[in-house]
């Protein structure tokens, strides 16, 4: 499990892991790469940091992200762009 991503709601922290600057709620896209695909996500609800751009997860997005993986892996030949699923 990805230690970044843990805390009751959102991030679990209220400033940048990395620079310490602003977090806010965004939306992005979310890029895995694997050893033979790309997958890109669009559209993944995050916090990022106004100052330098990080992105985090939260736990229940993170999982999500995990699973969407798991599912293309097998599907994938070199490049898949596929959406978040809503909620
Ligand atoms: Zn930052």
Same mark, same amino acid.
């Given at each position: 499990?990805? /230690?970044?991503?843990?805390? @009751? %709601?959102?991030?679990?922290?209220?400033?940048?892991?990395?620079? @310490?600057? $602003?977090? /806010?709620?965004?939306?992005?896209?979310?890029?895995? %790469?694997?050893?033979?695909?790309?997958?890109?996500? %669009?559209?993944?609800?995050?916090?990022?940091?106004?100052?330098?751009?990080? &992105?985090?997860?939260?736990?229940?997005? $993170?999982?999500?992200?995990?699973?969407? &993986? %798991?599912?293309?892996?097998?599907? &994938?030949?070199?490049?898949?762009?596929?959406?978040?699923?809503?909620?």
């Amino acid at each position: 499990m990805d /230690r970044r991503v843990c805390g @009751k %709601k959102g991030v679990g922290f209220m400033n940048c892991f990395y620079c @310490k600057g $602003a977090l /806010r709620d965004g939306v992005t896209a979310h890029v895995i %790469k694997l050893k033979s695909c790309i997958i890109i996500v %669009k559209g993944v609800p995050c916090t990022e940091c106004t100052q330098c751009g990080a &992105v985090f997860y939260d736990n229940a997005v $993170a999982l999500r992200l995990e699973g969407i &993986v %798991k599912e293309m892996k097998t599907a &994938v030949t070199e490049v898949a762009i596929v959406n978040y699923p809503a909620a």
